[in-house]
């Protein structure tokens, strides 16, 4: 069933310099405990480099990562909104695999624990948890889902054809891949520069 309309407002993607903005920011927090730094890093690095939503990432384990990082690949097989099998595929230049070998926990285990216990966390609180500090630090535009649209902006912004990016990230329509694919505040901006008035 589509939304009403006027009840979603116009978001923005992440892109890089948002990513790395959020990692400053949460080395820098002096409120957040070193168990929340770590998930906060693990969770904003994988869905910056996959594109994937978060349910997708949330039960990830240990195992998960290792197999990416000695694969450069990923299939991701799951039950969430994304039914079909998708390949996570990661760069030939490794710059993507340093990024994972940096949240590679050092023992067996879920990624997004819950606290005192080796489950891991529920879908809908490690998404509040993270959108309450996404939007903290970026804006009220933001929430995780902006990795997203971020990750089919750039694919779309170096060359990757609709229906790439549509098999890439999962969906079944290419409309909906093309609602993604935006033009960024940035490039809106340079254009207007560019215009003669």
Known sequence: MARPKGTTRAK????????????????????????????FTRAFTLLYLTGCRISEIAKLHSNDVQKMID???????????????????FDANKEQ?????????????????????????????LKFMMNKFIQKVLGELYSTHSFRAGYITVAHQVGHSLQHIKQ??????IATTARYATVTSDEISRGKNKRAW
């Not at 039950?79 to 099998?85: F, G, L, S, Y």
């Open 12 to 39: 923005k993607p992440i892109m890089k310099k948002e990513f790395e903005r959020l990692l400053r920011a949460v080395n820098s927090s002096l409120d957040l405990q070193s168990t929340t730094k770590m998930k």
């Open 71 to 89: 694969e450069n690949e990923y299939s991701l097989t799951n039950a969430t909104k994304t039914k079909a099998t998708r390949l996570i595929s």
């Open 97 to 125: 695999i340093e990024f994972l070998k940096k949240i590679l926990p050092l023992n067996n285990g879920c990624l997004f624990e819950r606290n005192n216990s080796k489950e891991a966390m529920n879908v809908e609180s």
């Open 168 to 173: 890439d990230i999962g969906h079944k329509s």
